[in-house]
């Protein structure tokens, strides 16, 4: 979950049966080069209107819509930063929380890598391969 998947309807179901959601990837895996997060412009514009990183208004959003953010940083500058979000108690407006809810949804992971019948894959890799048995 992130602010370019909001997973609206998922949420709204696990509200009613109690299941608490987390959201990894909150910048969607922006080390793999995406860009959907923090090089959305309405939340850069929040951003600077607010004095904060595009980072932090991202992360903010989920956790003012009740989900737990699993972020990682391998730098201590970028953690103390996304701990900000918590700093001296400063949120979203209603206003910007709608905005921000605006953003165009995209399936960054459309999950076709989790459909692959690897009974087919198995059986071209044997076929391709001079000496099946070698392949175990
Ligand atoms: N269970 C699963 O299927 C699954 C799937 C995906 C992810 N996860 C887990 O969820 C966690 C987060 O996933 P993710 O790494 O894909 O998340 P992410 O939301 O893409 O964030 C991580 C990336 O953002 C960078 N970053 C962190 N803070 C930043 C900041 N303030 N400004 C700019 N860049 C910043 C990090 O770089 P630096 O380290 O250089 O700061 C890293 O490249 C990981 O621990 C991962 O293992 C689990």
Known sequence: MHAAMQEKKLRELCKKKGIHVSAYSPLRGAQWGFDVVLGNKLLKEIAQKKEKSVTQIALRWIYEQGASVIMKSFNKERLKENFGIFDNN??????????????????????????????????KILKESPNPSSTR
């Open 90 to 123: 400063w949120k979203l407006t209603e206003e910007e929380s709608k905005e921000i809810e605006s953003i165009p949804q995209v399936r960054t992971a459309p999950g076709f890598e989790f459909g692959i019948d690897w009974r087919i894959v198995g059986r």
